[in-house]
């Protein structure tokens, strides 16, 4: 390899260990990945269980979910979900392929 293919090599290398961040590489090196989930408490957790599962019901069949007729705290509350999903927007590695970009184009 040229010297510039090198220190291009490793300046990629050194922004994929700053940039992916959303999934890690679990112990078994079985090209397995594990994305992580934080919550508050045990109550959030149960609350963002109970909320998809509200939500897979109503796309499922609007008409037997009769979650609301139960009481007010029954409702499906968006929010939470999208907090979630939230979570999983993989913005760093977005970032990286930004950078990836940039070092390609200043090679043409």
Same mark, same amino acid.
């Given at each position: 390899?040229?010297? /510039?293919? @090198?220190?291009? =090599? !490793?300046? &990629?290398?050194? =922004?994929?260990?700053? #940039?992916?961040?959303?999934? /890690?590489?679990?112990?078994?090196?079985?090209?397995? #990945?594990?994305?992580? @989930?934080?919550?508050?408490? #045990?109550?959030?957790?149960?609350?963002? @269980?109970?909320?998809?599962?509200?939500?897979?019901? +109503?796309?499922?069949?609007?008409?037997?979910?009769?979650?609301?007729?139960?009481?007010?705290?029954?409702? &499906?509350?968006? !929010? %939470? %979900?999208?907090?979630?999903? =939230?979570?999983?927007?993989? +913005?760093?590695?977005?970032?990286?392929?930004?950078? %990836?970009?940039?070092?390609?184009?200043?090679? &043409?």
């Amino acid at each position: 390899m040229e010297t /510039k293919d @090198i220190k291009n =090599l !490793e300046n &990629i290398k050194k =922004l994929a260990a700053l #940039y992916f961040n959303t999934l /890690k590489m679990t112990d078994d090196k079985a090209e397995n #990945y594990i994305g992580e @989930i934080k919550f508050l408490n #045990y109550y959030k957790l149960s609350s963002v @269980i109970k909320n998809i599962l509200q939500l897979c019901i +109503l796309a499922l069949d609007h008409e037997t979910h009769k979650v609301s007729e139960t009481g007010k705290n029954q409702t &499906i509350n968006v !929010e %939470i %979900i999208l907090e979630l999903v =939230l979570q999983f927007f993989p +913005l760093d590695e977005l970032e990286f392929l930004d950078e %990836i970009n940039e070092l390609l184009q200043t090679e &043409i």
